[in-house]
Each structure stands twice: as C-alpha cells, then as structure tokens.
Nanobody, 115 residues
C-alpha cells in the first residue's frame, strides 16, 4: 500500500556534498514520521536522522552538524542533505515510514565517498 523510492546517491570525494530524496506514494493516511538509515559495508543498518510529522528532527551523533533532514509534505518527500562527507559515510542509505504497525522501506541508494 505504501512505496518508498530513494534517489540521489552516487560517488563523491571526501568533503563533498550530496542530496538524497525519498518519495512516498500509495495509501498514505497521514503525515508520518520518516527516517533515514545508513548501512556501511559489513555493518548493521543504523538510524541517522528522523523528522516528525510536525517537522522536529533528531540526528545520530556521527552526522550532527553535517547532515540535514527535511520534508516537503505536499510532495510526500523527505530529503537528506549531506555535507562534509567522509569515507565512513559510504554505504547504502534507506528511508523508512511506519504506518498501521508496519515498517515500510525503500530499496536504498548507494553512496560512495572516496578519500
């Protein structure tokens, strides 16, 4: 009923910037909290940014001051602006939305940061 599609990943040099997008579609009953997760090579998936229906945000310590999560409710889209990228930011980025007790995930978008 809900589909999430991430985009905007790619390759960038350390210190560069990238903007990820996640578009939600389908049967969305309300403005939902949305999240970004990062999964580095050989690591588990970890929460890095959250934005509530009201626009409040939270970040993991590893990305505070460098990443910014935002949303456009009219477009049902959440963004992740990534600045001052580091090699350890390399990995797959997933967006997530919870509705009616079910966790919806996108397919992920790959980000590669070279030193």
């Amino acid at each position: 009923q809900v589909h999430l599609v991430e985009s905007g990943g790619g390759s960038v040099q350390a210190g560069g910037s990238l903007r990820l997008s996640c578009a939600a579609s389908g049967r969305l009953f309300s403005i939902n909290t949305m999240r970004w997760y990062h999964q580095g090579p050989g690591n588990q998936r970890e929460l890095i940014a959250t934005i509530s229906s009201g626009g409040s945000t939270n970040y993991a310590d590893s990305v505070k001051g460098r990443f910014t999560i935002s949303r456009d409710n009219a477009k049902n889209t959440v963004y992740l602006e990534m600045n001052s990228l580091k090699p350890e930011d390399t990995g797959v980025y997933f967006c997530n939305l919870d509705q009616n007790g079910f966790r919806y995930w996108g397919q992920g978008t790959q980000v590669t940061v070279s030193s």
